[in-house]
């Protein structure tokens, strides 16, 4: 069977005008949200600091798990782990990019990684994206060159 995958519906919106009221569990990486910490006002009950893409390492992450929606912030990393966690909880799932150097944020599957490979698993397209373009042009030039 083929199948075509949506797209998730994208929104241009500086991330200070983000509301949200459901519980968020927040998924990003280190230096992914001390560039936009200050630009969020999001009600979050649980923060995921990803640093491995390993199906066990997101699998240990469900333990404790509460939320309502799952936000990631970042690039690849904290999107694919996002996306994993909100298939696993049947939670809906929004990305933030910090940089368009990936497009985790716009596919169905999760990098992860196996004996030193990237294998692709199946999760889900996020069902929104919101775009900052103040964030992007106050990522690196080395970031921003490399989604060109």
Request: glycine share 6%.
């Amino acid at each position: 069977m083929k199948k075509i995958w949506p797209i998730p519906q994208i929104e241009f919106i500086p991330f200070p005008e983000i509301e949200e009221k459901r519980a968020v569990v927040l998924v990003t990486s280190g230096p992914a949200w001390e560039a936009v910490k200050h630009r969020l006002h999001l009600p979050i009950t649980l923060q995921v600091d990803v640093r491995e893409a390993t199906e066990a390492s997101w699998a240990s992450l469900l333990e404790g798990f509460r939320g309502e929606v799952v936000y990631s912030v970042g690039g690849g990393l904290p999107a694919d782990a996002g996306k994993y966690l909100a298939v696993k909880n049947s939670l809906p799932m929004v990305c933030l990019p910090t940089a368009i150097s990936v497009d985790a944020f716009l596919t169905w599957a999760s990098g992860v990684r196996v004996e030193g490979c990237v294998q692709y698993i199946e999760t889900k397209v996020p069902d929104r994206l919101f775009i900052d373009f103040e964030v992007f042009t106050s990522a690196s030039a080395q970031i921003r060159a490399a989604g060109i």
